[in-house]
Nanobody
Framework: QVQLVESGGGLVQAGGSLRLSCAASGSIFSIFAMGWYRQAPGKQRELVAVITRGGVTNYADFVKGRFTISRDNAKNVVWLQMNSLKPEDTAVYYC?????????WGQGTQVTVSS
């Protein structure tokens, strides 16, 4: 079992920045990748960014150049630095941990970007 706790969401004006954090606990040795997803009202959950234990990253096209994912394996923490935020970035952001054979989710943190 893996437990994930997110923090750092909030309300920000367009063009502003936020930093999300996700702390993992439990069977952390089994995690091979962690990522951030988001879900806006009426839309499906979508991938934002993912990072492997080795540090390989992948981003959705709509955040490339604006968001940065990073992790500290020793502290079992993943961050999502979000810059140049847009109103369309408004969503609940979820932390994800991938293991074999299970996937775990955090409770989500709301990010609201005002125009």
């Amino acid at each position: 079992q893996v437990q994930l706790v997110e923090s750092g969401g909030g309300l920000v004006q367009a063009g502003g920045s936020l930093r999300l954090s996700c702390a993992a606990s439990g069977s952390i040795f089994s995690i091979f990748a962690m990522g951030w997803y988001r879900q806006a009202p009426g839309k499906q959950r979508e991938l934002v960014a993912v990072i492997t234990r080795g540090g390989v990253t992948n981003y959705a096209d709509f955040v490339k150049g604006r968001f940065t994912i990073s992790r500290d394996n020793a502290k079992n923490v993943v961050w999502l630095q979000m810059n140049s935020l847009k109103p369309e970035d408004t969503a609940v952001y979820y932390c994800n941990a991938a293991t074999v054979p299970s996937t775990y989710w955090g409770q989500g943190t709301q990010v609201t970007v005002s125009s």
